[in-house]
């Protein structure tokens, strides 16, 4: 069974790993959910280097529905004690390609 993250980049036609999206500047959908104020894809900022979550879930498919959920209701301790915002905002089409951006650094 595919997990949701997974359903919804195939749904929005994105590929991921190896792809374009392997590229150091944030896709325009991070930068219009306000991703940025908080990540860098190199860098720790307030939140964690993109790069650096990929690496940690490089290889567990279900962390990625985790992360969604995250995004989407805020949590806090995967990366210390800054919690991060809820975001519910987001849409299912920016989400996978936030996403899909992320897995393929």
Known sequence: MKSIVVSMIAAAG???????????EMPAVAKKNNC???HKVDK???GPAWKDVA???KGD???????A???K???????GSMPMPANPKVSDADM??????????
């Open 55 to 57: 690496a940690k879930y």
């Open 69 to 71: 959920a995250k995004i």
């Open 36 to 38: 940025t104020a908080c």
């Open 61 to 67: 498919a279900a962390a990625w529905d985790k992360i």
């Open 14 to 24: 994105l590929i991921v790993a190896g792809s374009a999206f392997a590229e150091t």
């Open 73 to 79: 209701k805020g949590g806090s301790g995967a990366w």
């Open 44 to 46: 720790k900022v307030v």
């Open 96 to 105: 996978a390609e936030i996403l899909a951006f992320i897995k393929g650094l």
